[in-house]
Each structure stands twice: as structure tokens, then as C-alpha cells.
């Protein structure tokens, strides 16, 4: 975050010009060259920002809670490999998830889906069974960011109790914290067991 201020809070904060070259100079040629990114928004102005400084590499801004994708928002995400979301469910449910996936069945993508511990991923698992998905959840918490006020954190306490959850050495210590749920298709999730993937790779959980 610090950094993050250091690069916001500047002279030419005020200038969208100024800002818009910033973060294209300073994401230009970090990405792979063979990852194509796109990103699915309610927000337009964010999603056309994120494209124009090069974060992005299209985008679309639509509701998929409310409606289904237009044909040019299927051109732009169709046959994905991977799926991610990260603090969305709990906001948008199976729906907009569905209609993601309807868009690349041919492909048979990948989701990973990064969950705050006070919502339920049931209705969008049962969902993902039905198109042949086999969803699991890894072991360990994710920590997604600090609670803005003790009012957002004592809500977030509140629901948790409410759900027979503990928050003892998790979200007490004022983070909200996610968990990882990964969908993949039946054929593929019993040939390449999650664990044999990750054995090697470090994932940072609290």
C-alpha cells in the first residue's frame, strides 16, 4: 500500500492524462506475451481505464446478474482457459458465473474462485455439477485485504457468528480472509489430482 500511495498521491494525482501514461509505463511489458487477460465488470469506466493503460488486455462491462452477454461481450471472453474471481461471489452468485462458463464450454476452462469465508459457494458448486465440474476447496485461508473501519470488521464478525464460523486467529486479526474453491472438469480433476499440481508451488495462506 505504501508504494501504491507513493505512485497516487502525487503533484499530477488530479491530472487523468498524467496518471493514464504512469500506469501504462509502469505495466508495459510485465505481463507474458502469451496471456491474454480480460476482465468482466459492472463498473465501465474502471474496465475501459484498466484496457487503455494496458492492464487489461479487453475487457467488459456489463451486469451478468442482470442480463445475459451480448454477442461482442461473448467475442471478447469465449473460449477462456481459466476462470478467477477473487471477493466477487457473495455479490454476484451462480448466475453470472453460468453465463461466464456458457461462453467457453467448448474450452472447458479452469475457475478458481478465491471466497470470503461469510458467503456460501454451495449454489454455484451444485451449478458447476451440472455442467460435469468437480469442485474442491484447498486447505488454508487467503488473506484478501484489511478491514477498512472496526464497524466493517465487526460486521463481518457478526455474520461469521452467525454461521457457526470462528473467527479466533483469522478475521479477528483484521483481515478479511477467503478460501480457495478450484472447479475442473470431472475427466480432468481425476487424471490430475490438485495436489500433484500445487506439491511444488507455494501458495501464501494465514
Given at each position: 500500500?505504501?508504494?501504491?500511495?507513493?505512485?497516487?498521491e502525487?503533484?499530477e494525482?488530479?491530472?487523468?492524462a498524467?496518471?493514464?501514461q504512469?500506469?501504462?509505463d509502469?505495466?508495459?511489458?510485465r505481463s507474458?506475451g502469451a496471456l491474454e487477460?480480460v476482465?468482466?465488470?459492472p463498473?465501465?469506466?474502471a474496465v475501459?481505464y484498466?484496457?487503455?493503460?494496458?492492464?487489461?488486455?479487453?475487457?467488459v462491462a456489463t451486469?451478468?446478474e442482470?442480463r445475459e452477454?451480448t454477442?461482442?461481450?461473448?467475442a471478447?471472453?469465449?473460449?477462456?482457459?481459466?476462470?478467477?474471481s477473487?471477493?466477487?461471489?457473495g455479490?454476484v452468485t451462480e448466475?453470472?458465473?453460468?453465463?461466464?462458463?456458457q461462453?467457453?464450454?467448448d474450452?472447458?476452462?479452469?475457475?478458481?474462485?478465491?471466497?470470503?469465508?461469510?458467503?456460501?459457494?454451495?449454489a454455484?458448486?451444485e451449478m458447476l455439477?451440472?455442467?460435469g465440474?468437480?469442485?474442491e476447496k484447498?486447505?488454508?485461508?487467503?488473506p484478501?485485504?484489511?478491514?477498512?473501519?472496526t464497524e466493517e470488521?465487526?460486521?463481518?464478525?457478526?455474520n461469521?457468528?452467525?454461521?457457526g464460523?470462528d473467527?479466533?486467529?483469522?478475521?479477528?486479526?483484521?483481515w478479511?480472509l477467503?478460501?480457495?474453491?478450484?472447479?475442473r472438469p470431472?475427466?480432468?480433476a481425476?487424471?490430475?489430482?490438485?495436489?500433484?499440481i500445487?506439491?511444488?508451488?507455494?501458495l501464501?495462506?494465514a
Open positions: 500500500m505504501d508504494e501504491l500511495y507513493r505512485i497516487y502525487t503533484a494525482a488530479d491530472d487523468p498524467f496518471l493514464l504512469q500506469d501504462r509502469g505495466y508495459a511489458g507474458d487477460m476482465g468482466v465488470d463498473a465501465g469506466r475501459s484498466a484496457v487503455d493503460a494496458g492492464i487489461l488486455d479487453a475487457g451486469n451478468l442482470e452477454p454477442a461482442q461481450d461473448v471478447a471472453i469465449e473460449n477462456a482457459d481459466l476462470i478467477i477473487t471477493g466477487c461471489v455479490y448466475i453470472s458465473l453460468e453465463r461466464l462458463l461462453a467457453s464450454l474450452s472447458r476452462p479452469w475457475m478458481a474462485h478465491f471466497v470470503l469465508r461469510m458467503f456460501d459457494f454451495g454455484a458448486e455439477s451440472q455442467h465440474y468437480v469442485t484447498l486447505q488454508g485461508l487467503f484478501q485485504r484489511r478491514f477498512a473501519s470488521q465487526q460486521h463481518v464478525l457478526d461469521l457468528s452467525r454461521l464460523i473467527a479466533t486467529g483469522a478475521e479477528e486479526t483484521g478479511y477467503a478460501e480457495l474453491h478450484v472447479a470431472e475427466a480432468v481425476k487424471s490430475l489430482p490438485l495436489n500433484e500445487l506439491k511444488d508451488n507455494s501464501h495462506t
